[in-house]
T-cell receptor, first 113, second 111 residues
Framework: NAGVTQTPKFRVLKTGQSMTLLCAQD?????MYWYRQDPGMGLRLIHY???????AKGEVPDGYNVSRLKKQNFLLGLESAAPSQTSVYFC????????????FGPGTRLLVL | RKEVEQDPGPFNVPEGATVAFNCTYS??????FFWYRQDCRKEPKLLMS???SGNEDGRFTAQLNRASQYISLLIRDSKLSDSATYLC????????????FGRGTSLIVHP
């Protein structure tokens, strides 16, 4: 039982390149979230999903797209990376039904040059 | 005013000390409250939920003050291993159940 995993762990991109971050969970949880964490800014919600096939925007969605084609996976895409997207990205899963505990993945460190 | 505010610290305390953090929230309709712990370069993990009646887990005590709209975390007999960033989380603000995180309070416990 791995919980929440994220790939890759670390990536360097050049401005304008694209990439997809993968979040996978084996807990059969309904809700999944993507956050970014920057120094002094705390965790900010990018997008989230309350179930397979559904997604919604969070606080800072611009420049990102997401997909939840399978319940266990939540993908975060950067179509054209910018230096402002240099950050640590965390994925989280949650059972929903107000069980409330979020389980986070180990994070992906992204550097955009 | 931010929805959830925390003093970033750092709080620098000796082993064995008692330390307390507060977290204020702006939306009086908020429903659920939590403290998460985040170690350096690691993911956040739930430390404890905060109930209206207050709750205690070993050396940790969490309390909610709805009238003044803040939650608190008290750590007694601090250990070196308590050094981390403590994140306040509020849910149920603005009609949404999506969680809102504070920026975190850094605690450093020294020998």
């Amino acid at each position: 039982n791995a919980g929440v995993t994220q790939t890759p762990k670390f990536r360097v991109l050049k401005t304008g390149q694209s990439m997809t971050l993968l979040c996978a969970q084996d807990m059969n949880h309904e809700y999944m979230y993507w956050y970014r964490q920057d120094p002094g800014m705390g965790l900010r919600l990018i997008h989230y999903s309350v179930g397979e096939g559904t997604t919604a925007k969070g606080e800072v969605p611009d420049g990102y797209n997401v997909s939840r084609l399978k319940k266990q996976n939540f993908l975060l895409g950067l179509e054209s990376a910018a230096p402002s997207q240099t950050s640590v990205y965390f994925c989280a899963a949650e059972a929903g039904n107000k069980r409330e505990t979020q389980y986070f993945g180990p994070g992906t460190r992204l550097l955009v040059l | 005013r931010k929805e959830v505010e925390q003093d970033p610290g750092p709080f620098n305390v000796p082993e064995g000390a008692t330390v307390a953090f507060n977290c204020t929230y702006s939306n009086s309709a908020s429903q659920s409250f939590f403290w998460y712990r985040q170690d350096c370069r690691k993911e956040p993990k739930l430390l404890m939920s905060v109930y209206s009646s207050g709750n205690e887990d070993g050396r940790f005590t969490a309390q909610l003050n709805r009238a003044s709209q803040y939650i608190s975390l008290l750590i007694r007999d601090s250990k070196l291993s308590d050094s981390a960033t403590y994140l306040c989380v509020v849910r149920g603000s603005g009609g949404s159940y999506i969680p809102t995180f504070g920026r975190g309070t850094s605690l450093i416990v020294h020998p």
